[in-house]
């Protein structure tokens, strides 16, 4: 591991550093994933020749793996009963909700709350009203989720 300094971090993700010995080393955005580094920031990477140094003055080395700086911590991965629960009650506190309203409202991906709805729903435990805005649309405009049928009707 050879001993760096962070440079400059670019708003695409990735940076640059200095070594020790003055030469600069190129990170890409997939190496820094997961660390959250600033200019400035003392760190140990594994350096390797640039391959995509062209220049006579350029980038000489690529660093390929960073130890060091503030490493972002990773959420907790939820189990699907803890979510499929929220997303139960969710649906059941109001008359009838979107995925995208689940989604918003959990703080979770689209696709994530579909699943979850679509899990409790095949389970029987809340019901589903496809909406189509088009005569002949082969995949409905959204969906709606409720507790049970009836609040598609009326208000409960």
Known sequence: MTPMTISNVHERGFAFAVTDEAEQAFIPSHTLSGHELKAGDKISGVLVPNPSDKSTHGTPWLCVKI????????????????RDAEVYDVISEG????????????????????????????????????????VGQARPSF??????????????
Not at 98 to 105: H, L, R, Y
Not at 143 to 156: I, P, Q, S, T, Y
């Open 95 to 134: 008359i009838y909700v979107t995925t995208s309203e689940i989604a918003e409202f959990l703080e979770i991906d689209g696709k994530t709350a579909l699943n979850s709805a679509m899990r409790l729903f095949n389970a029987g435990k809340i019901a589903k009203a496809d909406v189509y805005a088009n």
């Open 67 to 82: 130890e060091g700086g503030n490493v972002e911590e990773k959420p907790e991965v939820q189990s699907i009963e803890v």
């Open 143 to 156: 969906v709606l989720f409720a507790a049970d049928a009836k609040r598609f009707l009326e208000d409960v």
